[in-house]
C-alpha cells in the first residue's frame, strides 16, 4: 500500500510526522523534541524494513546492543518476531564472524602502521561476575583474560629501539643499562626541583592551572568509566585504539606477561617493526615491573653473549612506561583513607550530620570530596593565612592542615586531570618528583618507586639524545593508560556472569570491530548525568568553605595543645600526634616532610634549622640588610630558616634534600633488586582498594534554596572568623 504513492502523495504523511515532532501552539524543550524525533526514526525504518531484508543494518544493531546489555535470547526472538530486531540465532553467527577475522584485521592494522610509532596497554581483565557456585572440578567461573591493547601516532615515526652516535658521540639503547640511575635521580632532584619544593603545589601552579567552568565536571568524572556519561562520551571514544587480542591469561608473573607481549610478535608482519624499533607499555606498576624484569635479564644475557633462557628477544622491543591515570586513582584514594577522619568530618559537615563516610569510597566520591576541599580552601584561604600565619605557622595542627589543602590535595587532584592532559611536559616532570615525595612521605607501596623508575628513564634518554624522548615532549597525553580502562568499562558493560573466556573474547572483538560504527548507540541509548549540576557544586562548595573556617577557628583556639607521643612500630621508634581540634591521632605519613626527616621541627620557638650552620651565628660584614637576612622564613615542609640562611642554601631545605636522597637511595636499591631477581614467581601486586557497592549520590533539598542558604551561611561565618 505504501509503495502505491507518489512523490506528491507522501507530503500529508510528512507533515503529520513534522506537527507528531512539534506540535502548532506548543514551546517543547529541545530534549522533548530530540526524543520525538528519535522515535520517529525509529518508525520509519521499521515501517521500510517490514519484509525488507535489504533494510537490516538497524536490526543488527539493535540486536547486539540488547544482547551486549544482558537480554535473554528469548526477549531478542520475541523483538525479531515483531520486526524490530534480528534473531538471536542471526545475532550469533553475526559476532562469530567479526570474532573469526578478528586476528585478520589486527594483522591489517599492524601493516597499515608499520613505520609508525604504537603505544601498547597491557591490563589483567576480571569477570567480575562470574559465578563464584563450587563445581566438580573448580570453585569459581571467574574468568582471567588479559587486555592488549595498541594505540597508533599516525604522525609520529617508529621510535627506534637503539640510536647510531649523536653529536657528542653518545651512542646507547631505550633501556638503561644501570636499570634505575640513583646518582642520577638525586643530582638532577636537587638541582632541578629542590628549590621549586620549597614552595607548594598553589603557589606553583594554581594560577597557571586555573580551572575554566567546563573542567569541573571533566574532571569529578576523570575516574569514571561508564560509557554513557554525558560530559566522558568523547573521550570514551576507541577511535584511536585498537584491540591485539583479549587473551585468557591470568597476569601475575613474569612469565604471564612475556605471554601478553606475545601478541604482538605472534604477527610474521610485525616482525621487522619488532627488531628495529620499540613500543612503549604504558601500564600500572604490575605491568611495569614484571616487564621491566624480563627486558633487563634478557639484556644482560645478550651483552654477555649468554642464551636469555626463557626470556625471548622481542621483549627488548617493549619500554614500560609509568601510567599516570594510576597514578593519579591511587594517590588520591591514599589521601582519603590516610586522612578519613579529617575527610568524614567534612562529609558530615557538607552533606548532613547524620550522614558517614564510607571506609572505602567509590574512586567518584573520593574526587568529590577532594573538589570540595579543593575549591572551598581557595575561597577562604586568603582570610585564614592573614588571620591565623603569624600565630599559627609553627603549630603542628596547622601546618598539617595548610599542607594537605595547598598542597597535597590540589598535587593529586590535577597530576593527571590537569597537567598530563595539558601536555606541558615540564610542570607533568615536576609533578612526578612532588607526587613521588608524596608517595615517599606516604609509605605507599609500589607507588614509592614507580615514580623513580619513569624519571630515571627520562634523564637517561635525556643524557644519550634518544628520540622516544621528544615523541614523549610533543605527545604526552597519548601515553595513557587511560584506553585499556575505558576499553574494560566497555566489556563489563556488554557481558554476563555466566560469560566464559570465549565468550569475553568474542565480545572484546565486536567491541574492537564496531568502534568506528556507534550510529545506533549515539542515536538512541539515553546519556546518563554526573549527579550534581554545577549550581550544585557551587552550594556544596560554600559548605565546605563554612567547614574549613570553623575548623581553623577550633585550630586558633587550640594552639600549642596537640600532644606528640613515641610508639614502636615494626621494631622502630617513631613519632605520633594527637591533634587537638580534628581529635585524630597522626603520624609522619600525615605530617609534613620535615617531620619524616631527621631533624623534625617540635620546637616552634627555634627560628632557624639551620642549627650551627645558621648565618647569623657568624659574622656579617654588611649589616645594612640585617633586619630582612634575620627574618624567619617558614617552608611548606614545615622547616623555617632565616632569610640569609635560605639564599645560601638556594632556596632547598637542608634536611628534607637529606632525607629525599635517602628515599631515593633506599627504593633504588629496592627496584633493582626486584628487577634483577631471576625469580619469575608471583610478584606483590599493588594493593586493590576495595569501594562500597552503596555509595550512592546524597540527595539535596531544593536547589535554589540550598545554594542561597549556603551562600548566606558563608557571608555570617566570614564574617565570625574575621573577628577572632
Known sequence: MIGCYSGKTWTPFLNLLEKLISPSGRDLADHTISQRKKGLSFLCHFLAGIGNKKISSLKKDIALFLNHSGTSDNSIDALANMQVSSTSRENRREKNIISAIHRENVAKDLKTYQNTAIIANIDDYHNIHGLRIPKTTSTSSVAHMTTVLAIPLPAVHAIPKNIGQNIDGKEGCVHNPLIVDCESLISQIESRYMGLLSKSFNDRFAKKFAPFDNDLLDNLTVHCYDADIREKQKERQLCDTFLIDLINLNLHSTEEYIKAMQTFASFPEFEEYLRL???????????????????????????????????????????????????????????????????????????????????????????????????????????????????????????????????????????????????????????????????????????????????????????????????????????????????????????????????????????????????????????????????????????????????????????????????????????????????????????????????????????????DSCKLLQPILDNSNFQVLMKSISLPCGHVYHQCCLQSLEYKCFHCLKYIQSEVTNNVKSITSRITDQDFGTEIEEEEVETVDNDEPDELSEQTAFNLEAANQLKRTLEKFMKI
Open 277 to 611: 624499533n620499540v613500543i612503549p607499555l604504558v601500564a600500572d606498576w604490575p605491568g611495569q615491573i614484571h616487564p621491566r624484569k624480563a627486558i633487563t635479564i634478557q639484556q644482560q644475557s645478550s651483552r654477555k653473549n649468554m642464551h636469555a633462557g626463557k626470556i625471548p628477544e622481542f621483549v627488548s622491543s617493549f619500554i614500560p612506561i609509568m601510567g599516570p591515570l594510576h597514578v593519579s586513582l591511587n594517590s588520591r584514594e591514599t589521601v582519603v583513607l590516610l586522612f578519613h577522619s579529617f575527610f568524614n568530618s567534612a562529609y558530615k559537615h557538607v552533606f548532613g550530620t547524620n550522614k558517614t563516610l564510607a571506609n572505602k569510597p567509590r574512586p567518584w566520591r573520593i574526587n568529590l570530596l577532594l573538589q570540595l576541599m579543593s575549591d572551598g580552601w581557595k575561597t577562604v584561604a586568603p582570610h585564614i593565612t592573614d588571620k591565623l600565619e603569624a600565630s599559627c605557622s609553627r603549630d603542628v595542627e596547622y601546618l598539617t592542615l595548610k599542607a594537605l589543602l595547598d598542597d597535597t590535595i590540589p598535587l593529586v587532584l590535577n597530576f593527571y586531570a590537569t597537567i598530563f592532559r595539558s601536555g606541558d611536559w615540564e610542570a607533568y616532570i615536576e609533578a612526578c618528583v612532588r607526587v613521588w615525595c608524596l608517595f615517599a612521605r606516604f609509605k605507599r607501596k609500589n607507588y614509592n618507586k614507580a615514580p623513580l623508575v619513569f624519571l630515571s628513564d627520562v634523564w637517561y634518554w635525556e643524557s644519550i639524545d634518544h628520540p622516544i624522548l621528544k615523541v614523549l615532549k610533543d605527545h604526552l597525553v597519548v601515553f595513557n593508560d587511560y584506553p585499556v580502562e575505558n576499553f574494560h568499562s566497555l566489556i563489563r558493560r556488554q557481558t554476563q556472569e555466566t560469560d566464559t573466556s570465549k565468550q569475553l573474547s568474542n565480545t572484546a572483538h565486536v567491541i574492537n570491530y564496531l568502534r568506528h560504527d556507534n550510529v545506533f548507540r549515539r542515536a538512541f541509548v539515553t546519556t546518563k548525568r554526573y549527579p550534581y549540576s554545577k549550581q550544585d557544586l557551587t552550594g556544596l562548595t560554600n559548605k565546605a568553605s563554612i567547614f574549613l573556617l570553623e575548623l581553623f577557628s577550633e585550630v586558633k583556639n587550640n594552639v600549642g595543645k596537640s600532644k606528640w607521643a613515641k610508639i614502636n612500630q615494626r621494631g622502630k621508634r617513631r613519632h605520633s600526634c594527637h591533634l587537638a581540634s580534628l581529635q585524630m591521632d597522626v603520624d609522619e605519613r600525615h605530617l609534613p616532610m620535615a617531620f619524616s626527616s631527621e631533624y623534625p621541627p617540635f620546637d616552634p620557638s627555634e627560628k632557624c634549622h639551620l642549627q
